[in-house]
């Protein structure tokens, strides 16, 4: 089976193509803002490597909206050029470290983090949100078992940097690990979608 999986919900992208467990392609690219131009161009070269993929998988975060989307807009145009399979999973359960259990942490933003316990590339626990003071609860209660983060979180400085492997996402999604979404792929949400909603007309009425 020809598996590619991306990932971009992080700033450091990675982009690989499996046959089986064998690794045929594995690049990965530093993008701040946009991961677009850098990961087409990966994905460019995947094409010389084969003209067929049975699987495509998508790390979904926690991580950029904007990146993990544009992974899963590439995605869904290559599913439909290779007639291949679509899925899934938590980028955080698939970070480039041998431990076979870990907590992975983050940022999430707004005074609140976020925290998931991962097994042999599933999510156990989470991602879910946590306050620093939960989450500080959280890791005294696994204190034997390492923590990452993507990035450096001040607040807890016991966690050590890994980041998403492209590799690894495909060898759990190869292996039916870890899938956590079929064909209709969004973003991993921690919180509800924030929607503003436009400001009532003067004299009382509502938009319509």
């Given at each position: 089976m020809?598996?590619?999986?991306?990932?971009?919900?992080?700033p450091?992208?990675s982009v690989?193509?499996?046959?089986?467990?064998?690794?045929?392609f594995?690049?990965?690219?530093?993008?701040?803002?946009?991961?677009?131009?850098?990961?087409?161009?990966?994905l460019?070269?995947?094409?010389?490597?084969?003209?067929?993929?049975?699987?495509?998988?998508?790390?979904?975060?926690?991580?950029s909206?904007?990146?993990?989307?544009?992974?899963?807009?590439?995605?869904i145009?290559?599913?439909?050029?290779?007639?291949?399979r679509?899925?899934?999973?938590?980028?955080?359960?698939?970070?480039?470290?041998?431990?076979p259990?870990?907590?992975?942490?983050?940022d999430?933003?707004?005074?609140?983090?976020y925290?998931?316990?991962?097994?042999?590339?599933?999510?156990?626990?989470?991602?879910?949100?946590?306050?620093?003071?939960e989450?500080?609860?959280?890791?005294?209660?696994f204190?034997?078992?390492?923590?990452?983060?993507?990035?450096?979180v001040r607040?807890?400085?016991?966690?050590?940097?890994?980041?998403?492997?492209a590799?690894i996402?495909?060898?759990?999604?190869g292996?039916?690990?870890g899938?956590?979404?079929t064909?209709n792929?969004?973003?991993?949400?921690?919180r509800?979608?924030h929607?503003?909603?436009?400001?009532?007309?003067?004299g009382?009425?509502?938009?319509g």
């Amino acid at each position: 089976m020809i598996t590619l999986a991306l990932d971009t919900s992080t700033p450091h992208g990675s982009v690989a193509l499996l046959n089986s467990d064998a690794v045929l392609f594995d690049e990965k690219f530093t993008a701040d803002r946009s991961h677009s131009s850098s990961l087409f161009v990966a994905l460019e070269k995947v094409r010389a490597h084969t003209d067929r993929v049975d699987l495509i998988a998508v790390g979904l975060g926690p991580g950029s909206f904007a990146g993990v989307r544009i992974a899963i807009a590439a995605a869904i145009g290559l599913r439909l050029s290779f007639d291949a399979r679509l899925v899934g999973l938590p980028s955080v359960a698939a970070l480039d470290t041998a431990a076979p259990v870990y907590v992975a942490i983050g940022d999430a933003r707004r005074e609140s983090f976020y925290f998931s316990k991962v097994e042999s590339g599933a999510c156990v626990e989470g991602p879910l949100l946590a306050t620093e003071a939960e989450l500080a609860q959280r890791l005294e209660a696994f204190a034997t078992i390492p923590v990452f983060a993507t990035e450096a979180v001040r607040q807890f400085p016991i966690a050590q940097i890994a980041l998403p492997s492209a590799v690894i996402l495909a060898r759990l999604a190869g292996a039916e690990r870890g899938i956590v979404a079929t064909e209709n792929l969004e973003p991993i949400y921690l919180r509800e979608p924030h929607i503003t909603q436009p400001k009532s007309k003067p004299g009382g009425g509502g938009p319509g």
